[in-house]
Nanobody
Framework: QVQLMESGGGSVQAGGSLRLSCAAS????????MGWFRQAPGKEREAVAT????????YYADSVKGRFTLSQDGATNTVYLQMNSLKPEDTALYYC??????????????????????WGQGTQVTVSS
């Protein structure tokens, strides 16, 4: 079972930037999917960005397109979420997620929490106005 270690959350003012990192404990470069979800108080967990490892295809929620960028480092089994132009509505607990067996469909086509079997512990992002 892969384990995910997250880092990089924190508090910033609106317009600022943060970079989240998620390191996987196992070799993950091919035919797998990794990404970030977030959950604000009282709201459901939602997909932020996902990447089909080894393919390079990505998904971004409409609310973060143009501001967030997801990238991977295959040598270290790490994915990064660069978050720029942060807004107060980005405040949430951010979770890294992993699922094996990507077949060219679900990972980057409106992914949901049910698509993923491994989760990190979550890292808090707080954006003040």
């Amino acid at each position: 079972q892969v384990q995910l270690m997250e880092s990089g959350g924190g508090s910033v003012q609106a317009g600022g930037s943060l970079r989240l990192s998620c390191a996987a404990s196992l070799y993950t470069s091919t035919r797998n999917c990794m990404g970030w979800f977030r959950q604000a108080p009282g709201k459901e967990r939602e997909a932020v960005a996902t990447i089909a490892l080894g393919y390079g295809a990505t998904y971004y929620a409409d609310s973060v397109k143009g501001r967030f960028t997801l990238s991977q480092d295959g040598a270290t089994n790490t994915v990064y979420l660069q978050m720029n132009s942060l807004k107060p509505e980005d405040t949430a607990l951010y979770y890294c997620a992993f699922q094996s067996g990507y077949d060219g469909t679900w990972c980057v086509a409106n992914p949901t929490p049910a698509d993923f079997g491994a989760w990190g512990q979550g890292t808090q992002v707080t954006v003040s106005s």
